[in-house]
């Protein structure tokens, strides 16, 4: 009973408190988002100084996303980075409750080198499943999702689904394409995957795009209408596509030739110097392209290029806020 008590007191705590967070300066948001950014393109070192601004600001976004830096960076958890993940869940944020829960077998766990912050990872995991439910039960899809991850309970992954969370779509869709749930007749599954990835795609989640596009095999003009959504919504894969595709280089995947726009995009993703390899193919590819075009047709390119990059989402490989 005693520790019930403490655990909703606790809870009552954090939600107030995440009130109270005072919002951050121009400047200060302007470094989170630079961070977040930088992240997302798995550059998650560089991201670091920025991160670290909004999150001594008390951002409890961007502690969540420099303790995944931390983490990611040195391969486990540090003691600084999990500083941040406890500064994050001590705000109410469950995505940082997930991450502690989970530190029992990780080596700042193992050489007792985590700070005393006299929680164990089963109270953050209790902790975090009634964070995540008090929202879910006021019809929060992201908390449903989340609390998902936090119980092993289908149902929450279903609910969050059917709440519109594009993610959470496109995972029970993976899901029900692995063989998880019952269906009869069978090919109701195939059928109710394809549905799910549709919605997920309509939501704007990039890996929604990819699945629902495994569907559309010989409907050529649709899987380019999804690959340009891709590109527009700041997808890195998708861009080097559709540009290698416009090129015909290396060769012609039935996209309609334009040089001067896909060298343009092709050329962008010379500035994902971070992990991941394509700046790598974009460099290999470009001599190509350059070889079937004037001068003045690449200076059109590369000016195309800036124009859509200041009127567009930054290039992002939108990898899972859970992390890896």
Not at 4 to 29: D, G, K, N, V
Not at 264 to 287: H, R
Request: charged share 25%; proline share 5%; hydrophobic share 40%.
């Amino acid at each position: 009973m005693f520790f019930r008590q403490l655990i909703t007191s606790a809870l009552t705590t954090l939600l107030c408190f995440s009130a109270w967070a005072a919002p951050l300066t121009p400047e200060q948001h302007a470094a989170k988002e630079k961070g977040i950014i930088l992240y997302n393109q798995y550059k998650a070192i560089s991201a670091e100084p920025y991160l670290e601004i909004a999150a001594q600001a008390g951002d409890k976004e961007a502690q969540y996303y420099l303790g995944e830096a931390l983490r990611l960076n040195n391969r486990f958890m540090t003691e600084e980075a999990y500083k941040w993940y406890v500064a994050a869940a001590e705000q109410g944020d469950y995505y940082a409750m997930y991450r502690l829960s989970g530190t029992g077998s990780d080596l700042c766990s193992a050489i007792g080198n985590c700070p005393p912050d006299h929680r164990t990872p089963g109270d953050w995991l209790l902790l975090g499943r009634k964070t995540a439910q008090a929202f879910a039960e006021k019809g929060d899809s992201e908390a449903m999702y989340v609390l998902y991850y936090l119980t092993n309970n289908f149902e929450w992954l279903e609910k969050s689904a059917e709440a519109g969370l594009p993610i959470a779509q496109y995972d029970l869709a993976r899901l029900y394409e692995q063989g998880k749930g019952f269906f009869f007749p069978p090919w109701k599954r195939s059928a109710r995957v394809e549905e799910l990835a549709k919605k997920s795609a309509e939501g704007g989640c990039i890996k929604g795009i990819m699945l629902y596009q495994n569907f559309l095999e010989g409907k050529k003009d649709i899987e380019i209408y999804w690959t340009k959504k891709a590109v527009a919504l700041g997808s890195a894969e998708a861009v080097y596509a559709y540009g290698s595709g416009l090129a015909h280089v290396p060769k012609d995947y039935g996209y309609p030739l334009d040089l001067v726009k896909g060298y343009g995009f092709v050329y962008m993703l010379l500035e994902l110097d971070g992990g991941g390899s394509l700046k790598e193919y974009a460099e290999d590819i470009l001599p190509d392209i350059a070889s079937q075009m004037t001068a003045k047709q690449i200076e059109q390119a590369k000016a195309f290029a800036e124009e859509w990059k200041a009127t567009h989402p930054p290039l992002s490989f939108f990898p899972p806020k859970l992390g890896f």
